[in-house]
């Protein structure tokens, strides 16, 4: 697979690589396709960091890197949208302003708390913090589905107190079963984000299990990211992805151009 489709530059609050230097690394590796999705949440600040992209600054550099690196590598121009059902219409007319190529949708927040900090947890029972996370999935979705992918689909286990040592798709079966019917029929894919492997998870997100049962709803728009946001973790664990999405019945994998879904044969 020579397309990583979940890419942060220094354009995103948590990276400062270049995104020049991202390129050339992933023309090192061999990819053909390499799609930048800075982060847009909307009124969110985590450590004094704001991540909303400066999209005019973004589109500038990536231009500018577009010309530069176009005999080497095909770049595509994307954004990663943090969703909360009270924005609909401010991310709506974001992306009426801009002709992005790809566009993920992701739950970086629950009921307005971020699982990626410990006190997210606290007084709770982790079943419970991942029940309202998986939850509020169809809720995003009812409110706002002009995305092409929903992101690392079960990302808060990332960050819980066990991550997933007790977690399984059978324990919230119903709900996630609820998200993946909900994804389909709005024409939304799923994002396999190998990431999981970073985070000592031995898995991407969201689980094999989830991908599998995506799959047997009929899901067929798959995208591979990494979610790089240094050049070391480029189409980090790409081998062991496409060998699992061979086992979960996936023939194809899926690219994203003007917003329009291109089938890449396994």
């Given amino acids: 697979m020579k397309a990583d489709f979940h890419i942060h530059s220094s354009f995103s609050a948590d990276s400062d690589w270049p995104m020049a230097k991202m390129i050339e690394?992933?023309?090192s590796l061999g990819l053909?396709?390499?799609?930048?999705?800075?982060?847009?949440?909307?009124?969110?600040?985590s450590d004094g960091l704001l991540f909303e992209v400066d999209t005019d600054r973004y589109f500038e550099e990536f231009s500018h890197c577009q010309k530069l690196y176009q005999a080497d590598i095909d770049l595509r121009f994307g954004v990663e949208l943090g969703l909360v059902p009270g924005l609909s219409h401010r991310l709506q007319d974001y992306l009426n302003r801009w002709d992005f190529d790809f566009v993920i949708g992701s739950s970086h927040l629950i009921d307005g708390k971020d699982p990626y900090y410990p006190n997210f947890f606290e007084n709770r029972t982790e079943e419970s913090c991942y029940l309202r996370y998986f939850e509020t999935i169809p809720e995003n979705i009812a409110a706002f589905s002009d995305i092409d992918i929903y992101g690392h689909l079960d990302y808060i286990i990332r960050y819980g107190p066990n991550k997933n040592k007790y977690y399984s798709y059978e324990d919230y079966r119903d709900i996630i079963d609820m998200a993946l019917r909900s994804m389909i029929n709005a024409g939304i894919g799923l994002e396999l984000n190998t990431a999981g492997y970073k985070y000592g998870l031995g898995h991407p997100?969201?689980?094999?299990?989830?991908?599998?049962?995506?799959?047997?709803l009929g899901g067929e728009i798959l995208t591979i990211g990494s979610?790089?946001?240094?050049?070391?973790?480029?189409?980090?664990?790409?081998?062991?992805?496409r060998e699992l999405l061979s086992t979960c019945g996936f023939q194809y994998y899926t690219i994203y151009k003007?917003?329009?879904?291109?089938?890449?044969k396994l």
């Fill in 25 to 27: 690394k992933g023309i």
């Fill in 32 to 45: 053909n396709v390499m799609c930048f999705t800075e982060h847009m949440d909307f009124d969110f600040i």
């Fill in 205 to 216: 997100n969201p689980h094999p299990d989830i991908l599998k049962r995506y799959r047997e």
């Fill in 227 to 241: 979610d790089a946001h240094e050049p070391s973790f480029l189409a980090a664990y790409f081998i062991q992805a």
């Fill in 258 to 264: 003007a917003r329009k879904p291109e089938f890449i």
